[in-house]
């Protein structure tokens, strides 16, 4: 059993400059994946968007990596024709509008376009090293999802050994109250009748109630559902939406229990029971 959530986070360096790679796993109904990027790794998004999809098969991913501390600084170049173009213009200006303060040539050089700095290339070995780290931080986020999904299952498995518990108590209860039903109605027809009813309309409207109160058939498909949910909890594939379905099952299975029920220590025992499913429930919607 796997977790959807999980994160794992490294930093590293290359000859050319230092980052960091990070992944985060959320929740999701089907696989989403994202990916930010500095502008020198743009070329890279589909590649790494592919090895994502490889590793994960459900949940929403998302990989940042940021790059910082460059160390090879590029040269910078001036652009002698644009500054030149600058500085007649600004001279004339001056002298138009008869500016008696000298003209700064700095000021000439924050203008835009002055200045060109080369682009910085990803080298080889850099462009190796981050994929590396990629894998890294793919195995870490994986190793955080395996062990989360553990603690999950553990908690999932007492949820299920409690709900087991109070149906076994539901279905011994069923029985004495079915006796009692049967016992008072009798009774209550004797009663309004003088004695004067024959036998086969009290086995009749005795069979009637029985058949109302009757819970053997919900509990027989209660506890097929706790099967299919341990051995579905124990395959390799994707487990998740069918632990939700067979949940939705279950939850329907008890709300009949409590509908037919007719006694008030049944409805504590199907509040309970209730409860322990919708946390099944919201358990598994984080579950791959």
Not at 173 to 182: A, E, H, R, T, V
Request: glycine share 4%; aromatic share 6%; proline share 1%.
């Amino acid at each position: 059993m796997e977790s959807m959530t999980g994160y794992a986070f490294i930093e590293a360096s290359t000859d050319q400059f230092s980052y960091s790679v990070e992944i985060k796993s959320l929740n999701s109904k089907y696989l989403e994946v994202y990916v930010n990027l500095p502008k020198i790794l743009r070329n890279y998004e589909n590649e790494y968007i592919t090895i994502l999809k490889k590793n994960f098969n459900r949940g929403k991913i998302e990989l940042n990596i940021d790059i910082f501390d460059w160390s090879n600084v590029k040269p910078v170049a001036l652009n002698k024709e644009l500054i030149t173009k600058y500085y007649n213009e600004l001279k004339d200006l001056h002298k138009k509008l008869k500016i008696q303060d000298p003209l700064r040539f700095e000021s000439i050089l924050s203008l835009e376009g002055i200045t060109q700095r080369e682009r910085s290339n990803l080298s080889v070995k850099s462009s190796k090293d981050i994929l590396k780290n990629i894998g890294v931080v793919i195995k870490k986020t994986g190793d955080m999802r395996k062990k989360e999904g553990a603690v999950t299952k553990k908690d999932i498995l007492q949820s299920l050994e409690q709900i087991t518990k109070d149906t076994s108590v539901i279905k011994s209860l069923s029985g004495n109250i079915i006796k009692d039903k049967k016992d008072s109605l009798k009774k209550k027809l004797l009663t309004i009748t003088d004695g004067a009813i024959d036998n086969t309309r009290i086995y009749s409207e005795i069979a009637i109630l029985a058949d109302k109160l009757d819970i053997n058939e919900e509990l027989v498909r209660l506890g097929d559902h706790l099967k299919k949910f341990k051995s579905t909890m124990n395959e390799k594939d994707q487990m998740g939406r069918k632990l939700d379905f067979i949940s939705q099952e279950l939850f329907r299975e008890i709300n009949t229990i409590a509908s037919k029920s007719n006694s008030s220590e049944i409805s504590h025992l199907v509040v309970n029971v209730k409860n322990h499913i919708d946390r099944v429930r919201e358990q598994c919607r984080n579950i791959v």
